[in-house]
């Protein structure tokens, strides 16, 4: 995510490395790559300029204090300018009314109804709602086939009516569907174009003006750039739209709409999706983005999406084991299996400071872990349960069991054994911390 964008950025913000002073000239070299890369990443002229006029301006009224060089100044100030360009918090989902309806607007082929499905899903898992997703694509009876799929595979009932083709009509009737039925939240999956037209407009206008949603929200390809935001201002000129659903995150997206839209529409960003899954969905928060982009990582999210995973209770009996020296293989795939529910694997690693530049032009598979998994289902009972019986014979066997080879579960092994080491030594280290701060409670 945004990797062209954080490498040029990096790129400008070497202008003043070994610097000692901030001085007009210097800024204005960096402020100049700073918009350059904006550009690139096709933020608007207007935007740009105004952005870097503003860092420029910050940066000369500030004093570099003697444990900040002025890279790092200018690194700060761009995180908070663009924090503050993205729409500075987050802005929650309204979900208003008995029940609330959301309505989903945007072009075809935006990734709109799969979103519905996500947000769908969300509400449910998430904020404990009983949503019904509605079918409202009177054109394309393919549309309402894929929302019925994605319905089944969350668990969501899909409202539809082939044979009706008012849209307006279809969406009161789900209402009172909803209504009779205790679905608290209705989601309209409205019909998408190629391109703007007014006949589409108009229609969803309409649907609009008949069920009078808490939200209506926009859903926008983010790899389509600066036209994502043009078809923005269109649809928020006709619908007056409460908030963007940015899509398609994961992909080759130079990151220039979810750059520069809050500002030419003066909406929010309230979501992203960054990925095919059905839970693949993230509340926006512009400062964690904006880390992100300036390559500071995002270890809040990182870690909220570790805790969705593993409950109180199972970290209380892993980290149990892990002092009794008894984190084995059956723990260890336990936790393979809860990384790979986080996302993929590029996006969590971009989360960790450092780590996503150093790994930007490496390839990591969603199937990462695949091998070793093979590896560890090859080990019998006993040897997942008690990880120093196995000895070379064992591991040949494991090696011809997985399809690997001996060096491969050598690796593995040794790696594991690593990894179950360090944990030791941080629950030790933690541990250790605790009970000098306990002291310190206690001579005061």
């Known amino acids: 995510m945004f990797e062209n964008i954080s490498e040029k950025l990096e790129r400008a913000f070497k202008v003043l490395k070994g610097e000692g002073n901030i001085t007009e000239l210097n800024v204005a070299e960096t402020a100049k790559e700073i918009r350059r890369a904006l550009l690139d990443a096709d933020v608007s002229f207007k ?110 009932e899909v409202f539809s009516e082939r044979e009706n083709k008012s849209a307006v009509s279809i969406a009161q009737n789900a209402i009172v569907h909803a209504k ?25 206008a309409n649907v609009k003006k008949a069920v009078n949603p808490s939200e209506t929200l926009f859903v926008v390809d983010a790899m389509t750039g600066q036209d994502a935001v043009n078809t923005a201002r269109t649809f928020n000129e006709r619908l007056s739209f409460d908030g963007v659903i940015l899509t398609k995150l994961d992909g080759d997206t130079r990151g220039g709409a979810a750059i520069s839209i809050l500002h030419e529409v003066n909406k929010p960003i309230k979501f992203i999706g960054t990925g095919e899954k059905m839970d693949a969905i993230d509340v926006f928060y512009p400062e964690r983005m904006a880390s992100r982009i300036l390559g500071m990582g995002d ?49 969590i690693m971009s989360m960790i400071p450092g780590v996503g530049k150093a790994m930007k032009d490496i390839e990591i598979s969603d199937d990462a872990f695949k091998h070793v998994e093979a590896m560890i289902k090859s080990m019998t009972p006993k040897e997942r349960g008690n990880p120093m019986v196995i000895d070379m014979s064992r591991k040949s066997r494991i090696a011809r069991g997985s399809g690997r080879s001996l060096d491969d579960v050598n690796r593995m092994v040794k790696q594991f054994d690593q990894m179950r080491g360090m944990m030791k030594m941080m629950t030790n280290k933690t541990q250790m911390m605790n009970m000098m701060k306990n002291m310190k409670g206690m001579k005061r």
């Open 299 to 347: 270890v809040v999210t990182l870690v909220e999406r570790a805790q969705e995973q593993m409950d109180e209770e199972q970290a209380k009996i892993l980290e149990r084991k892990i002092k009794r020296d008894k984190f084995d293989y059956n723990d260890f795939l336990e936790q393979i299996g809860q990384i790979k529910k986080m996302g993929n694997m590029k996006d």
């Open 180 to 204: 009779q039925n205790g679905f608290n939240v209705v989601i309209i999956d409205t019909a998408g174009r190629l391109a703007i037209d007014d006949e589409m407009m108009t229609e969803i």
């Open 47 to 156: 935007v740009a300029k105004e952005f870097t006029d503003r860092i420029r301006e910050k940066a000369l009224g500030e004093k570099v204090l003697t444990s900040l060089k002025p890279g790092q100044l200018l690194v700060k100030i761009t995180h908070d300018e663009l924090k503050q360009l993205m729409g500075g918090s987050a802005t929650d989902i309204r979900l208003e009314g008995s029940p609330a309806v959301v309505l989903m607007s945007g072009l075809q082929g935006s990734g709109k109804t799969t979103f519905s499905g996500k947000l769908a899903n969300f509400l449910k898992t998430k904020k404990g709602k009983k949503p019904l997703l509605v079918a409202c694509d009177i054109y394309r009876p393919a549309a309402i086939d894929q929302l019925h799929i994605v319905g089944e595979g969350i668990g969501v």
